[in-house]
Every structure is written in C-alpha cells, then in structure tokens.
C-alpha cells in the first residue's frame, strides 16, 4: 500500500525492510527517545513483524525524494470509538531540520481520518523530548494525562483542521502540489485484504475517490 502527497510517499513496511529499521532503531538516539529502550535482536524484529494485525496495525516506511528517511505508524485501530495510536522516528537526521516531518504529520493525519473515519488520534511522548511534545502540539495535540515519564497527548480531526490547514493549502499553493491524496495497492503480501477491507469501510463512511486508475485511488481531503 502506497500513500503519497506533500511530495512524501508512505509505503507498507515489507520483509526487506527489516534489518534497515533494526539497525535505525537500535541507534542511541532513536532508541534514547523510545518508550522501549532495550536493543532488538533480528529474531525479536521479525517475532514482531509477524504479529502485527493487518487490520489494525500499520507501519509504513516515509520516503522523500526516493530515499527511506524514517517509519510511521498507526496502531490499536479502534473503529468502534474512532480512535487510533501512532508513532514516528526518521533515522535520516538532516530531515528532521527540513520540512518533512511537517509534511509527514500532514499525510499521517489526512490519511488517518479520511481514510479509517478516526476522529481522535492518541500518541505517548516521553516527558523530556521537549522538541516532539512542542513539534506535535503545533500539529493540533494537547496532553492529556501526565504519567510522571510519560505524558499521553490527543489530537481530533478538528484541532489537526484548526492548526494545520492556512499552511496546508498555502504549501500547495506555493508547490504547485496536488491537493488529492493518492491510495494505490500493490503486490505487498496484505494488499489485497487491505484493498477489500479498506475500500469496503470508505463505502460505508459514505467516502469515494475523486478518481480511480486501475488499484490506485485519488481522494480530495477537506478539512
């Protein structure tokens, strides 16, 4: 599965990718900013990868122009309440002072509630990452609950819509950037059950692309 606009592509975590996250993960600092802190083992990586749910887990590799620069995710998808948790680490450093984790936050929040209908998105931060609990509540997130380590933060559709959208549209503006968002499903090994599944939800939300080209599907993001 591919997720592209802001000129940052979002592609489904495959077994080739592994070792490359490993490696990132287990780097002192992504694994200092890490609620996990312990170095993961190739066994563990892939213990973990088989036990992802595909219908309420995804992980998904941010590449920007051509290259892997980090990992996004959201997980314990809850359609019941609308809710769902994420997460993000770029291993590329000289990004993180661009504007690609703006871009990416955009992409992951558009997606997250357009396409899966969420209207909350929860995120754990450790208390003294200052830069991430500043960068996200530019992004709409406040916190919620302070666990002494740990603080939860919450971001809605609205307060994403009410902090993001001037610099959304002006990005597209000044980008000459596509306003729609672009889904297309591959030859991963759980596009298929994604495509099905997730094309069947977007029916019953009442959601339908603006254009379809053969398993590849643009959608128009309005809030």
Known sequence: MIIEK????????????????REARNSDYIRSRMMYQNIISPEQQLQWYRSLDPAGDVFMIIEYGGKPR??????NIDYKNDSSESGVFFWDREVLQSFVPVMTSWLAAESGYLLLGGQQTLIHVLKNNKTAIEFNQSQGYKIIQDDGDVVLMRQTRNSFSQATLPDRMKY????????????SF????????RQTNLMNYLQILGVSPVRQSGRTFWFEVAF
Request: proline content about 2%; charged content about 25%.
């Open 70 to 75: 980090g990992m996004i995710n959201v997980k």
């Open 6 to 21: 802001y000129n940052i592509r979002l592609r489904s975590l495959n077994t080739p990718d592994l070792e490359m996250v």
């Open 172 to 183: 597209i503006r000044t980008n000459d950037a596509g306003s729609h968002l672009m889904l």
């Open 186 to 193: 591959g030859d991963h090994e759980q596009d298929g059950f």
